[in-house]
């Protein structure tokens, strides 16, 4: 596959209808970049499901589809590639899976968060930032985002939901350590109930909150096919013997 390949981006969906919005606005940014087909598709509550999404590609042949979930848990391990293989069935399309484009240990998270801080006022260090994730019941992707703070030196990352840190706990934990605690970023690809929880915990703490995370250049060029090698995608089709 190619960059004119169509492509679907593949989001989780949410009750609350800016998430839909949040997601529709990186198709955008992603077709201006690439002039090519493009469409969306979720796994929950939003409308259309991914075999609806494909339909509605001209001549979709071959489609690659480029899940926006920002953790290993169990929706990227299980149920995309169940989703994947129905839509192959149901349209006859060759659909190719990229595996876990957004990957927190990717370059990319680091450039967003820089990118996200240079928007703020001030300008702040992203090292002094702390990021808040929507949060995942799944130890590992929990560790993941573990190392990746480490890895790029950030304060510390919080969780909104689930068993890992709060946004309150990861602060606390910082001031005893020393470390100044400058902005938080939500860790999430579009506005919604999670983001409005993010920023009330953030606004009871004196802390400013950046853009999301599913504004930044930086997913783009995480999203974009000629980053990644052909031997790191899956391809579904009906059409192979």
Do not use: C
Request: cysteine-free; proline content about 7%; glycine content about 8%.
């Amino acid at each position: 596959m190619n960059g004119s390949s169509a492509t679907v981006l593949l989001a989780h969906g949410s009750p609350d209808p800016r998430h839909a919005h949040g997601i529709e606005r990186i198709a955008e940014r992603w077709q201006a970049r690439h002039r090519a087909p493009v469409a969306v598709a979720y796994l929950d509550h939003h409308e259309p499901r991914l075999a609806t999404a494909i339909r509605s590609l001209p001549h979709p042949g071959a489609v690659t589809v480029r899940p926006l979930l920002l953790s290993r848990g169990l929706h990227l391990t299980e149920d995309v590639p169940a989703v994947i293989a129905s839509a192959a069935a149901d349209t006859g399309a060759e659909v190719q899976q990229g595996s876990a484009p957004l990957a927190v240990h990717g370059d990319w998270v680091r450039d967003a968060v820089a990118e996200l801080a240079s928007r703020l006022p001030g300008r702040p260090e992203p090292g002094h930032g702390l990021l808040v994730t929507a949060g995942t019941s799944n130890a590992a992707a929990l560790q993941a985002w573990e190392e990746a703070a480490e890895r790029w030196g950030w304060i510390s990352v919080a969780h909104a939901t689930g068993p890992g840190r709060t946004l309150t706990q990861a602060v606390a934990e910082a001031q005893r350590s020393g470390a100044t605690v400058r902005f938080v970023v939500p860790v999430v690809l579009a506005e919604g109930r999670i983001v409005d929880k993010i920023a009330a915990n953030a606004a009871a703490l004196g802390l400013p909150v950046s853009s999301v995370i599913g504004t930044t250049t930086a997913l783009l060029d995480a999203l974009d096919p000629t980053a990644h090698r052909p031997d790191s995608e899956t391809t579904f089709s009906t059409m192979s013997a």
